[in-house]
Structure formats: C-alpha cells, structure tokens
C-alpha cells in the first residue's frame, strides 16, 4: 500500500493533463519511486499553512568591504601573479603546468575539455599586454578552471549533459570575463552533475568525478569537477556554482575551501540557471585568501584578501545545536567539538542560538528547486527526454507533478525563514556548523548511518547547507580536521547578507587556527 501522499501523486500523474502535455506513461513508476524517497519533505508542504505572508525577495547587495583590506600579503596565486609580474616572459609556465597536470590526472575526470596550447598562448598573451599596459592584473598568469555550466570563449558549453551542442562559445560569462581581464587563464571547463542537479557527481556522459583523496567515495556535487582540480593540484583556483550546497559539498569532500557569496554578488549573467532564486556563483579554491582574490575579482571589486584577525576577541560565534548538529556522525562531531574548542581559546564568544523553522528548510527547497528546474528545463525534456541521464530526468519529471500552491507557500515561508536567521543572528557576528553530516559518502549509497538515524544520501549531504540557499546568506566550507576514515571534515561558517568580508576575515583566522588538524 503506498503511502497516502505518494497516493495522491498517482492519481495526479495520471490525469490527462499531464499525459498530453508529457506523453510519457511508461515513465509513470519512476516517479513514484523517486518521490518515495522525499516523503518527509513532501508531508512537510502538504501541512504548511498559509504563513509567511508577501514573496521572498533577496535584499539588495552590497559586498564592498568596509574600510580597507591588506593586500598584496597573500600567498598561494597571488604570489604565481607577482612571480608573472616579476619576469612578464614566465606569464605562460604555470597554465602550461597546469595543463600537463590535468592530462596526467586524466583519471579523475575532473576535466570536461581543456584548452590547448593556441588557447593558452592567446591567453597569455592578452594577460601580458594588459599587464604591459599598465592595467590592473592581480591575477595575472594564474591557471583557473571553470564549472561546464558557464559560457567561456573558445570552450563548448554542454552543461555536463548529452545531445547535440553548438559551436564554442563565442563570449565569456560575466564572471569569467571579469578574471580574464584580471589577467586569468582559463586552462579547461570541468566536469559536474548533469545540469548540476545532483550531488555526487556521477555523470553518465563524462564519467564520474573520482575524489583526490579516495576514489571509493564521492567528491561532492555538483562543482565536483572543480573540486578535484583543486584538491589534486591542478589548479589552485576553480570557479562552481552553488544551488543547494554545490560548491561547499564538494569541498568539504575533497578537503579544500568553498565559498558561496552573498545571493547575485557575483553576477550569473552567462551561466546556465537550475534554481534562479537559488543559484550562486562562487570560487572553489586551496585557501581562504585564494578564494576572497577569485570572489572579489568576479564579483567587480578591487581585488584583495580579508582583513586580517590577530585573534577573535569580540566575534560572536552562534551555534545552532537543534537541527545543524543533530544527528551527526561521531568523528564529524568531535572535529567540530575540536574546531569549536580552538576559536574559543582564541577568543571568540560562543553564543548557543536557535532558528524556529529550519527543520522545514528541506522541504521548502524541494518545492523550490523541483519547480524551477523543470520550468528552466521543459523544452529540453520535452524534445530530448533520452538525452538526459536517469537521475536528472526522474527529478526533471516529477517538478511538472507540484501543485502551485506549494511553491507560492513555500516562499512564504522562505522570507519567514530568512527573517528568523535575521533574529537570531542580532549581536552574531558569524554562524557556525558542521558543512556535512558525516565525511564524503562512499560511491554508489544511496543512503548513510548518521549516528543513530538512518538517512537518503540527498538529506544526509544537502541538508545543512541548502538553508543559506534558501535564504541567500553568505557561507563558507573549510577542512577542520578528518574523520575516523581519514577523509576530511568540512567546517561551515556563514553570516548575514552582504558580510562576506566579514565573514571571510573570521574564516581566514580559523584556518590558520585549524591548519594543522587537517593535511
């Protein structure tokens, strides 16, 4: 006997409707299977009221740094920009070692297409001119890759997804223009979960990304082909795109630094959308300054790294036990028993907090997500439903199933739930959470043991970090030390809208805080 809300499912899935309009029958029993696996979210929709009142609407952004950031102190690619500086002739060598390295790691798949040696020298070139030009090139020589879901001159844009493509692309994205004239080179686009709805990163036309550090467990999705770049040396700087947790998931997978800036910071002009009120663009990178230089650069400003903490004296640290650290599995929670134990030794004030209706984050995501996606999506599914690998076409299917009140409600209550972060962070300079429930998920589960609750892999992995999704908070992942299987632990700190500096200022004290927990 199937459950009563996957009962009313049913008999929607089969109304005329929606077999005219998506004359598929025999896909009937995938989407019932599918949608077994969200019963608590789709119970959660089908009890929410009518709460919440007006739309949510992001607030407006403003991500320029208050006062004046240090600059030029920075290790990692800024010291690769001022070696380039130094002897403009070298401005090719390190695009060139990057290249070589993503050939010979060839076996991670980490790559969608690379550039060749006539795209590196035109690349180099320009960088050079700029710079000779006596323009502004922070990031000159840097190698960077970038997330297949972007256009980039020169590159094919297939979204990590089959069927027939165009030509390559004749223009950048706004966000990869704005490094190329920072003096960037684009060494090759990487891969990613299909259309980048997933999270494993298991993509059934390019392979599946292998993890860097254990190719028995996922790197994360969907930018999971940036993170390997990142986490295997490739390049020190990747660009992905976060809808649910995608760049933070798979950093926190590959041990490396993720950052989602604050909602629109840095334009998706260019970028092929999955959720629009969701999506984010950010930097995948090996260091928190890595990824303020990438963040500032991509989002228009002048390029810098954070403000730099003698200690955490007078930073208020809100901890919010109920949901973010309930359950975790036992090695997660002592890192970030260890982690948080460490930045209160240096100073900051821990401050237990709670945020009434999280607990329904997931659910309002799913309504969220499932309906965007299928809207962005619909002419596709409709024309090439067989060049869509299964995952993505069950989850495509199953959005055109919602009925609309679920989405209007559950953006009622996004505001309320944006609202109550807003209290509940009144005096908190920083949140901080564990970024996953437990260490990278083996390849292949399709569900994960967290302490006592058994759980599907999607709530297990997706679950702490689609809030700040939801909300269009800033957040940021960063290794705090490893789990029982040697894998890493990923720490996540977030803040209010528009405090990304601030935010990133706390986040490069605790990585130098926790810089030996993790290597």
């Known amino acids: 006997m199937l459950p009563d809300i996957i009962q009313r499912f049913a008999q929607i ?7 005219t309009r998506y004359p598929f029958p025999d896909r009937r029993q995938a989407w019932l299977d599918r949608l077994q696996l969200n019963i608590p979210e789709l119970q959660c929709l089908d009890a929410l009221s009518e709460a919440g009142g007006a739309q949510y609407q992001a607030p407006a952004v403003d991500v320029r740094p208050k006062g004046i950031a240090p600059q030029g102190d920075a ?43 006539t795209q590196i020298a035109e690349q180099a070139q320009a960088a050079r001119e700029r710079f000779q030009d006596g323009l502004q090139v922070p990031l000159l020589a840097v190698p960077v890759a970038v997330k297949d879901l972007m256009s980039v001159r020169g590159f094919h844009l ?51 990304v292998v993890n860097p550090r254990s190719a028995d467990h996922i ?25 649910a947790g995608s760049i933070r998931i798979p950093a926190a997978c590959c041990g490396v630094v993720g950052f989602k800036p604050t909602y629109d910071a840095i334009s ?109 999506h619909w002419e596709r599914l409709l024309a090439r439903p067989d060049s869509l690998g299964e995952d993505v076409r069950v989850r495509l299917e199953i959005g055109q199933l919602f009925p609309a009140i679920w989405y209007t409600r559950a953006q009622g209550a996004r505001k309320s739930l944006a609202q109550n972060f807003q209290s509940a962070m009144q005096g908190i300079d920083i949140l901080l959470t564990p970024t996953l429930r437990t260490t990278a998920p083996p390849n292949g589960a399709k569900s994960l043991q967290v302490g006592d609750t058994r759980m599907p892999l999607h709530a297990a992995v997706t679950s702490l970090t689609l809030p700040f999704n939801l909300t269009g908070m800033p957040a940021i992942s960063l290794p705090c030390g490893t789990g029982d299987n040697g894998l890493p632990v990923g ?25 030996d927990s993790y290597q």
């Open 219 to 243: 790197p994360g999705g969907s930018s999971g082909g940036s993170a390997a770049a990142v986490a295997a040396g490739i390049v020190r700087a990747a660009v992905g795109t976060d809808t």
């Open 13 to 19: 899935a089969d109304h005329q409707a929606i077999l």
């Open 268 to 376: 998706r002009q260019g970028a092929m959308d999955l959720g629009p009120t969701l999506d984010h663009l950010g930097p995948i990178t090996q260091s928190v300054d890595d990824s303020a230089l990438l963040f500032s650069v991509m989002a228009g400003l002048p390029a810098q790294v954070p403000e730099r903490l003698a200690d955490l004296q007078g930073v208020r640290v809100g901890i919010p036990r109920r949901y973010f650290f309930e359950p975790l599995a036992a090695d997660v929670s002592r890192a970030m028993d260890a982690a948080i134990a460490r930045l209160k030794a240096d100073g900051a004030e821990l401050v237990h907090i709670d945020i009434p209706g999280v607990q329904d984050a997931s659910a309002l995501q799913f309504a969220t997500l499932c309906s965007e996606a299928t809207a962005i």
């Open 75 to 117: 290790q990692g690619i800024a010291a690769i920009a001022e070696a380039a500086r130094r002897e403009p002739g070298g401005i090719q060598t390190p695009a060139q070692l990057a290249l070589r390295s993503a050939q010979a790691h060839s076996n991670l798949h980490a790559f969608i297409e690379l550039a060749g040696e």
């Open 158 to 208: 297939t979204g990590g997804s089959g069927g027939p493509t165009t030509g390559a692309e004749a223009t950048d994205a706004v966000a990869v223009q704005r490094l190329r004239s920072a003096g960037a080179i684009i060494v090759g686009t990487t891969n990613l979960h299909e259309l980048a709805y997933g999270i494993t990163s298991v993509n059934p036309h390019f392979s599946a």
């Open 491 to 515: 720490l996540q700190l977030a803040a209010l809208h528009n405090h990304d500096w601030r935010l990133l200022a706390v986040a490069a004290r605790a990585e130098l805080l926790l810089k």
